[in-house]
């Protein structure tokens, strides 16, 4: 056991965070229970613009991670493993809700694998109590009038009234 490497663990949970909810915050939280250091990756498709441009995913990812030395927030537009490979992670964290997760999930840690046969994809279940927030879902209800406070930290709860609540803020 002697002389044995002392390596940092890096791990990226590339996601859209169009925007982040609850969900994503329990599964960063838990993955930096286990690794070193946490890439939280922006997945940004510039043919496709989201609810909230990059720069605004980043920047709310920003204020509720700020004071966390061991995170880095960043977006990139490239394949994820090639990203993990270009920031020297070895891990790509994802979580799981259900079973229709699964098999797109299934899928893509095998297209990774063949493409970066180094890279491991670690799944987390998503806890019971999030296993229904989707970023998607989240919107609808708000552009239907309903506040998401209980599952989105409050600056993207604000972000997410502003942009897509029928009630305009004076
Ligand atoms: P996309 O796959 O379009 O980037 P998301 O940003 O919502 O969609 O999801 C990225 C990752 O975060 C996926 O692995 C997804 O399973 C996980 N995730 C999203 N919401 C939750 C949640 N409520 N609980 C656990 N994991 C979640």
């Known amino acids: 056991m002697a002389n044995r490497e002392i390596r940092e663990k890096v791990a990226v949970f590339p996601a859209s965070f169009d925007p982040l909810t609850n969900g994503h915050l329990d599964i ?16 940004f498709n510039i043919e496709k613009e989201g ?28 394949l994820t493993v090639d990203f993990a490979m270009e920031i020297g992670a070895k891990v790509i964290i994802r979580g799981l809700r259900a079973m229709s997760d699964f098999e797109y999930e299934f899928e893509m840690a095998l297209m ?5 046969p180094e890279v491991e994809t670690v799944f987390m279940m998503a806890s019971q109590k ?11 209800l708000v552009r239907l009038g309903r506040t998401v406070d209980a599952f989105v930290p409050e600056i993207v709860a604000k972000k997410l009234h502003e942009r897509l609540g029928r009630v305009k803020p004076a």
């Open 112 to 116: 990774n694998k063949h493409l970066y």
């Open 130 to 140: 999030y296993l229904y927030v989707s970023s998607s879902r989240l919107k609808e």
């Open 51 to 78: 609810t909230f441009s990059k720069d605004e995913r980043i920047a709310m990812l920003r204020s509720v991670f700020g004071d966390e030395p061991r995170i880095e927030v960043t977006a990139f537009d490239n």
């Open 28 to 43: 960063v939280e838990r993955a930096l229970g286990i690794f070193d250091r946490l890439f939280l990756a922006v997945a």
